[in-house]
């Protein structure tokens, strides 16, 4: 059986191949990332040209020291295609993501895309989203307020998220509460809403936006799911 981080490697492989020359190809964040990032190193070691638009300041330092050329969203009309991760997938290909705390851009960058390939081990894989809490990205001014009203309409306890005894802050100046919803019955209501609180940026409800998930198994299989 393979490891997680072999599957995530797999899968990376095969993704990879999907970038073409002088393409724009958005670039997510996080561990399943990490191995994409490598192997486009390679692939550019071989001569592949394409440009990269990263979804944070980790992606962009990984990606440049690999020597991949990157750009920002405000350089380009659309992207080909966007690679990245999730932290929860359900049957419609509707996404949890944020565990990484670049939801915000990469929703931005996801939203420029042709195409959202999301890669995953099978872990991700889930019935119903919500076991994995929500991540909703804040403005610090009064994020106390937000979390009283996310108690007072959904009866649940949204933690502020923690780094090193600190508030994790974005790359964009955020705070991120963590909703443990549980079970999220209607991803596009419930994102509309959470949207709509005041000070309230972005939520990690990724509706109706993958295109394709590239999913690995233990035994080395790999699946394409198509929404
Ligand atoms: C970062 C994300 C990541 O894509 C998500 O957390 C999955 O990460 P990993 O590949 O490390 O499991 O949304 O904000």
């Known amino acids: ?30 561990s399943t990332i990490y191995w994409l990032i490598m192997e486009l190193g390679e692939r550019v070691k071989q001569g592949l040209f394409f440009r990269a638009i990263p979804t944070s300041k980790r992606t962009a330092a990984l990606a440049a020291e690999q020597n991949i050329p990157l750009a920002e969203l405000n350089d380009v009309t659309s992207i080909d295609i966007t690679i990245d991760g999730a932290d929860e997938i359900d049957p419609n290909l509707q996404l949890i993501k944020g565990g990484g705390g670049a939801l915000l851009q990469e929703k931005m960058v996801a939203a420029a895309s042709r195409e959202l390939l999301i890669l995953a081990d099978e872990t991700k894989l889930v019935k119903q989203l919500g ?30 998220r923690i780094k090193d005894n600190q508030p994790f802050v974005s790359d964009h100046g955020h705070y991120i509460l963590d909703c443990p919803f549980q079970q999220i019955e209607n991803p596009d209501i419930l994102s509309y809403d959470l949207n709509a609180i005041p000070g309230v940026v972005d939520n990690g409800l990724f ?11 233990g035994d080395g299989r790999t699946e394409t799911l198509h929404r």
């Open 207 to 217: 509706v109706n936006m993958a295109d394709l998930v590239l999913v690995g198994y």
């Open 131 to 160: 076991k994995f809490p929500l991540p909703l990205e804040v403005i610090p001014f009064g994020w106390k307020q937000v979390q009283r009203k996310i108690k007072e309409v959904y009866h649940i306890e949204a933690s502020l």
């Open 1 to 30: 059986m393979l490891t997680q981080d072999e599957i995530k490697k797999l899968v990376a492989q095969q993704a990879v191949e999907l970038v073409q020359n002088n393409m724009t190809v958005g670039i997510g964040t996080g």
